[in-house]
């Protein structure tokens, strides 16, 4: 078969590969509906270090092949979602709160590591039944393929930053990501949302999904802006984009008894630091959470549902569109060179 993914380091290009294997467990599909992110770019980048041949993708809509003899709730032929993140539900660790490190810090997340991606003619899905999820009707696959990584994490990062009724919540980084952080922060019932972010398109998606305020660096320091509007801090900062000093500025953007979550990626090679003074020299009482997308059919249904019922329009999130499997490397290339008018692109494969 024929995958897009990462040569080596700085190298990207088409590799050809065996099918996949079908466990007993598991399920082989077929895309139709793929979207790359930013992790892949990352991951290209040798930001989760050396690869060589690794088929990249992790968003993805597509149709059952084939399924091992002990699945039950699928065929060939199905459409199904297919969370970002699919774990090992064998596995001791994802019965805690968290599922998304069943062997491992973040081995729940298969794609780009354990396993080859998406981004290819054939895929496959471990333990199929508590992974995959069958596309809900009035759901469009579009729509859809906004929630297994998108929307899912967006929507962790609120969950982690314990946004309640009338909180003031402050989300850096507006990009894909942190625009479902306003809407899921919405959602949780924020009172006041103050998006730091300078991109017209993405401003415009903020306003639409409930942000209340706009910061912008270019008007002067954002920390100082945020304590300004907010008489001293926000009840809750999520990350979901910028750079090491991001962490710095969610902390010190954070009251007393505040929350911080990250669902940022930061580079293998950044240090996190910060002045003692900015978290009260340990008696802020502010809690610092950063926490991988959980994963698997039970979550897929919930963010699905907040589709369904006409609680989000993921499809805000999209701005451009590919039709043709070929395509998949123009998108890929896009999403790395991020220009000024793209949120995220997607690619329909049929």
Not at 41 to 52: D, F, I, N, Q, R
Not at 137 to 152: F, I, L, R, W, Y
Not at 153 to 173: L, P, Q, R, S
């Amino acid at each position: 078969m024929k995958g897009f993914g990462m040569l080596s380091i700085d190298h990207v290009g088409w590799i050809e590969k065996e099918r996949p294997a079908c466990g007993e467990l598991d399920a082989i599909i077929h895309p139709i509906v793929l979207a790359p992110c930013s992790s892949d770019t990352h991951v290209s980048h040798g930001g989760s270090g050396e690869h060589t041949n690794l088929i990249l993708g992790h968003e993805a809509v597509g149709t059952v092949v084939e399924v091992g003899k002990l699945v039950k709730k699928f065929k060939p032929g199905d459409t199904v979602v297919v969370p970002c993140t699919t774990p090992n539900w064998l596995t001791e660790n994802v019965q805690g709160e968290y599922n998304a490190h069943d062997e491992g810090l973040m081995e729940s997340f298969k794609f780009l590591g354990s396993k080859d991606g998406t981004f290819a003619e054939y895929f496959h899905v471990n333990q199929a039944d508590a992974n995959l999820v069958l596309l809900p009707e009035g759901v469009s696959p579009e729509a859809a393929v906004m929630t297994t990584d998108m929307m899912s994490t967006g929507f962790h990062g609120v969950e982690n930053a314990n946004v309640a009724f009338g909180d003031t919540v402050v989300v850096i980084g507006i990009g894909p990501v942190g625009l479902m952080a306003v809407a899921g922060s919405k959602c949780h019932g924020a009172g006041r949302i103050i998006a730091i972010g300078t991109r017209p398109n993405c401003v415009k998606v903020a306003k639409e999904y409930g942000a209340t305020d706009i910061v912008s660096y270019k008007n002067g320091d954002t920390v100082e802006q945020v304590l300004d509007m907010t008489d001293g801090g926000a009840d809750c900062v999520i990350i979901a984009g910028g750079n090491a000093n991001s962490f710095n500025q969610a902390v010190d953007m954070t009251k007393p008894g505040g929350y911080i979550s990250n669902i940022n990626f930061f580079d293998i090679k950044d240090n996190l630091s910060m002045p003692a003074y900015s978290w009260g020299l340990g008696m802020s009482n502010k809690t610092i959470r950063g926490g991988f997308s959980p994963g698997g059919a039970r979550r897929m249904h919930k963010m699905l549902d907040m589709v369904k019922y006409g609680r989000v329009d993921t499809t805000k999130l999209i701005t451009h569109r590919f039709h043709g499997f070929e395509k998949i490397e123009d998108a890929f290339h896009m999403m790395d060179q991020k220009p000024a008018d793209l949120i995220k692109p997607v690619i329909f494969v049929d």
